[in-house]
């Protein structure tokens, strides 16, 4: 096993209780496999229990046991549960302590529907921003770092899961929150900072905003490293904000209903996302069938609380396309991985036949140098078939004047488009930055068709 390493700054802060403390919850990123299996072992049977003062899993986990747990694969005899069991349960049905207990709410962001609400006692909290905190000491993120988080402050998770985890690993905090990029940029260069939590959309935004204003992020930015997460994002597009911050940035999964931000993140390796697996217990099922699948295996991820007090949740659908990483890492972490996920089972849509992620369109869009940071799908129903127009934002040296180069551009990305998703698209070019934008998530499809019988749904 490594050696866990030792705090950087230990010495340059004044309480040495807190470095003590602070080495104590890092640890356990390098707790040795059996260790972490042994955790998680003991962890779910007690989640079972506490799971069951809840009014659903009261219900839910009738006739199941912690004594029925001898094995980790026995998680897979408790039954599932789904966005639709949080909704048909709102607003207290999955809350497990006494409602004294709970110090904070959050919502989900509702992007696939009616937002679900999520509970934290005081100990949940804390377990929250250590995750995260984890991460951050595991890429070099010290007590000197100036900590600008631009992710949305409160009731998505994005803003404060990484806001008390940056305060924890002692960063100055920034609690910029999200849009209104001329002040982003201008608290980045005005105070140094050096370590962003961002939408990948967002990162995109500021790096064209840079390019207008003539500010050189490797001149005028002090920028070491970024957490991108919140949306699926390719490793292109990683590649290209890390070529544009002139910065590194790492991968950062999460999601409200496992506290948010945190589950999942990236090394210095840059190759797979560390699921902090003594607080989450992952496997890979079939979307389809429900069926176990392997390691490497594509499927959707379905997670267990292993601590939580105010809300455990079981065998929870997330939704999201993975595969878990079950190979040792360079760094030396025994706690295993998931690939880069690939979006939500419900992302993917059907055209003319082809089930198509959106993520396999902006694979395409960052192998072509001239696009720029922006693009939308959209869906429609042309002579009652379906037809995918893909609009693409070119970068600001593009002339758009030279139609020859703009049809060389737009036939090669059908062509690999076709190849990639094995649909024809229209492709529409269009001026860098004319594509609207939000502040949350992007929404990068728009589906406009009529319903297959032509009328109520
Ligand atoms: P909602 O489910 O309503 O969007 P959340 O704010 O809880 O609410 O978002 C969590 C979801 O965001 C995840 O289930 C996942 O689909 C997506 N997500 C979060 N982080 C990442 C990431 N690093 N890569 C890809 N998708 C991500
Ligand atoms: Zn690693």
Known sequence: MLAPIQWECEGRVSSPARIVYM?????????????????????????????KRSPHYAEALKGFSPGDIRTLQDAGKLPFTTKDDLRSHMPYGFLAVPHRDVVRMHYSSGTTGVATAIYHTQQDLQWW??????????????????????????????????HYAAELVGCMTIPASSGNTQRQVQLMRQFGSTVLHILPSYAMKIAHYCQ??????????????????AEPHTEAMRRRIEDVLCCKVYNCYGLSEMCGPGVGL??????????????????????ETLEPLGPGEQGELVLTTLNRQANPLIRYRTRDIT??????????REHRR?????????????????????????????????????YLITLE????LDQMTVTVELSAGVFFDDVRALDRIRQRIVDELRHEALVTPRVELVQPNSLPTTEGKAVRVIDKREPADGGSA
Not at 323 to 332: K, N, Q, R, T, V
Not at 350 to 365: F, S
Request: charged share 25%; aromatic share 8%.
């Open 23 to 51: 080495n104590d919850y890092y640890q356990a990123d390098f707790f040795p496999r059996r260790q972490i299996e042994d955790i998680q072992l003991a962890a779910l049977r007690g989640t079972i229990d506490r799971a």
């Open 129 to 162: 921003a250590e995750c995260v905190a984890r991460g951050m000491l595991g890429v070099g993120v010290t007590n000197e770092d100036v900590f600008q988080n631009m992710m949305g402050y409160g009731l998505f998770t994005g803003g404060l899961g990484l």
């Open 212 to 229: 207008e204003q003539a500010i050189d992020p490797a001149r005028d930015l002090s920028l070491k490293c970024a957490f991108l997460g």
């Open 266 to 287: 990236e090394c210095p390796e840059q190759n797979g996302l560390h699921l902090r697996e003594d607080h989450y217990l992952a496997e890979i099922v079939d979307p």
């Open 323 to 332: 595969s878990i990483i079950d190979e040792p890492c360079a760094c030396g």
């Open 338 to 374: 998931i690939s880069r996920i690939v979006g939500r089972s419900d992302d993917m849509f059907i055209v003319r036949g082809c089930n198509v992620y959106p993520i396999q369109v902006e694979r395409v869009l960052m192998g072509v140098d001239e696009v720029g940071s922006n």
């Open 381 to 384: 129903t042309v002579d009652h």
